[in-house]
Every structure is written in C-alpha cells, then in structure tokens.
C-alpha cells in the first residue's frame, strides 16, 4: 500500500508529522519517498518515542555525521557536499522531535544510523534538479 501526503506550497515554516506514509507530496518540489529496508538509513528503534516531521529548511539547523566528530551547521555540510543554493530552502528535513535526522544530499545523522541488520527506513528525495535518490 502507498501512502501519501501533501506538504504545503509556500509555507517554509510549515511541518508535518510524518505517520509512516512512503511518500510525501512536497508542492512544487518534487516528493520524498521512505522504503523499508535492513542494516542502512534510520534506525526505525532510535525513531521510536518521539515525533518525526518533515520541514523545510529555517536555518541554524546543526547535525553530527560522525560520532566522533562535531556537530556541523546543515549550511556547511550542504555546501561542502555541492548541493546547488536554489535546493538548500526547498529540500525536505525529517526530524525526530527537534533533531535533525535525515536531510539529503548529507544522509543520516550518526546516532540515528542502523547497524547490522537491523530495521531500518530509507529516505529519498525525488526532485527534477537532484539525482533520484539524494
């Protein structure tokens, strides 16, 4: 079953709460697609307890990619990574609560990633100016 939802056109601000659907409409901007999936992505168990949303880019927003590394502004990780500036405001971040989980073009954040074999989401954004599956 394909689940879908639609993110509102021109309210950067605007969040939804993502309740499993494998895709989110985003107006205008393409769409991010969730599998299923085992050992890479999320971690379905660190994503428990706490709600995940999906929103666009505010700014300030800050992730870690490595434990043992420090926490990054999503502004340098983006352009470091070469995502175009046109996309920066327009891509969808997923959060579990105010936490920065998944935002593409980066990946996941550290201590959100899956290990082994174990349950795990796969977030994709499908957009006509980015790769499918960044």
């Known amino acids: 079953i394909e689940l879908s939802r639609r993110m509102p056109v021109n309210d950067r601000a605007a969040a939804?709460?993502?309740a499993g659907e494998s895709r989110v409409v985003l107006a205008g901007d393409g769409e991010l697609r969730v599998r299923s999936v085992r050992g890479r992505?999320?971690?379905r168990a660190k994503l428990d307890g706490g709600t995940i949303t999906i929103r666009r880019r505010l700014g300030g927003e800050r992730m870690r990619l490595s434990a043992s590394r420090p926490r990054r502004t999503l502004k340098n990780?983006?352009?470091e990574a070469g995502v175009r500036p046109w996309l920066r405001s327009r891509m969808p971040l997923v959060f579990h609560d105010e936490e920065l989980v998944?935002?593409?073009g980066i990946?996941?954040?550290s201590n959100f990633r899956a290990r082994g074999t174990e349950p795990a989401l796969l977030f994709s954004w499908n957009h006509p100016g980015v790769e499918p599956g960044r």
């Open 41 to 43: 992505g999320v971690s």
């Open 77 to 79: 990780l983006l352009q």
């Open 16 to 18: 939804i709460r993502w």
């Open 107 to 109: 990946g996941v954040a």
């Open 102 to 104: 998944w935002a593409p």
